[in-house]
């Protein structure tokens, strides 16, 4: 079917793509081909502050009619979604319409950890209503760009931790050395550089026993063997 070849499409794309930006461009990309002849419009906004971060339409927008998401009760209720009363989200018992001479539509919220990240908005033109399944396609579009929201705040996480960690450890005032399972070299801190006259660059990827002769390297293998299980050397 073509709608589940375009689907799985996205989520490739979305796999591939990082910034909310380009996961805006592919997931418009998608409702293009889903829904021919349609109006949408896709917003993504900070979870915190509901700022807008990214908007893509296909058709001409209502003066002011997306400064403000306005999400059905029914669908907060049915992702557990709590939504404050402000002046850039709500909530609403009906669907109000972002395009000009816009028919039939619906909107249906992006929800990722629990926190609003944007809403899809699909719209017929005047005189045309909109497939029971329109409404379903929308809903797995939206749910597979949740799943890659959720993943690029994970990976900024991850980033910031280990940039932190990296940090951490340069700046130990202890020797430090991470090798990988075949005792290849991945990270020296700057006390390491300094004792061995090397630069970071010299012996990231190298194996460690090459900088160890002799009966030291008999010595290196019973820290690494007894790190690895957890001893204390």
């Known amino acids: 079917m073509k709608e589940t070849s375009e689907l ?13 930006e380009d996961l805006a461009l592919v997931t418009s990309r998608t409702l293009k081909a889903l829904f021919p002849g349609a109006r949408y419009c896709l917003r993504l906004i900070d979870p915190e502050t509901h700022a807008l971060r990214c908007l893509y339409a296909e058709g001409p927008l209502l003066p002011g009619a997306t400064d403000r998401i306005l999400v059905k009760r029914h669908a907060a209720d049915k992702t557990g979604l709590r939504i404050p009363s402000t002046g850039k989200v709500g909530l609403t018992d009906s669907y109000h319409n972002v395009f000009e001479g816009g028919g039939d539509g619906t909107c249906t919220p992006v929800v990722a950890g629990g926190r609003l990240h944007g809403a899809l908005n699909l719209e017929r033109m005047p005189g045309r209503t909109l497939d029971p399944r329109d409404k379903l396609l929308l809903i797995m579009v939206a749910n597979q760009l949740a799943i ?17 960690l990296e940090r951490a450890l340069l700046g130990a005032n202890t020797l430090v050395v991470i090798i990988d399972n075949t005792r290849r070299i991945q990270f020296i801190n700057a006390p390491v550089a300094d004792l061995i006259a090397r630069t970071p660059g010299e012996v990231i990827g190298t194996d460690i026993a090459t900088w160890f002769t002799g009966e030291d390297r008999v010595g290196l293998k019973r820290i690494i063997v007894s790190t690895i299980r957890g001893r204390k050397i």
């Open 8 to 20: 799985f499409d996205l989520e490739k794309a979305a796999t591939a793509a990082a910034p909310e």
């Open 148 to 164: 890659a929201l959720k993943n690029v705040g994970r990976l900024r996480e991850a980033a910031a931790r280990g940039a932190f």
